[in-house]
């Protein structure tokens, strides 16, 4: 297949939808942590490029076996590909972009 044949494939880097899952526990202070840092970061460095999926495991348990969850919280990135896994509550911004791929890991 061509470059710029397929719609989604084709996208430039800058344009692409983030598809990002986000495992919490309740309302937990962790989870809320992660989720209000979580939004903050797309806001500034995704430009609305984003959608973020919230699972409640305290809801729905049996969710966490669907993606292999061992703890929370847990962010997954699975678009853009390759899958990427970040456990914590992505107060580390820093860490949580390079974590991402949004800048390199060796900018300061």
């Given amino acids: 297949m061509e470059a710029g044949s397929d719609g989604a494939a084709a996208l430039p880097k800058d344009e692409q939808i983030w598809s990002l899952r986000l495992y919490i526990a309740g309302q937990s202070p962790r989870s809320l942590n992660a989720l209000a840092n979580l939004t903050e970061l ?33 962010l997954i990135r699975s678009l853009p ?6 456990i914590g509550d992505l ?17 300061e």
């Fill in 42 to 74: 797309c806001q500034q460095h995704l430009g609305g490029r984003h959608d973020i999926e919230t699972i409640d495991l305290v809801r729905d348990p049996s969710r966490a076996r669907d993606d292999d969850i061992l703890a929370i919280p847990t």
């Fill in 81 to 86: 590909l390759p899958e990427r896994k970040i």
């Fill in 91 to 107: 107060s580390d911004t820093k860490r949580t972009l390079a974590a991402l791929r949004l800048q390199p890991t060796g900018t």
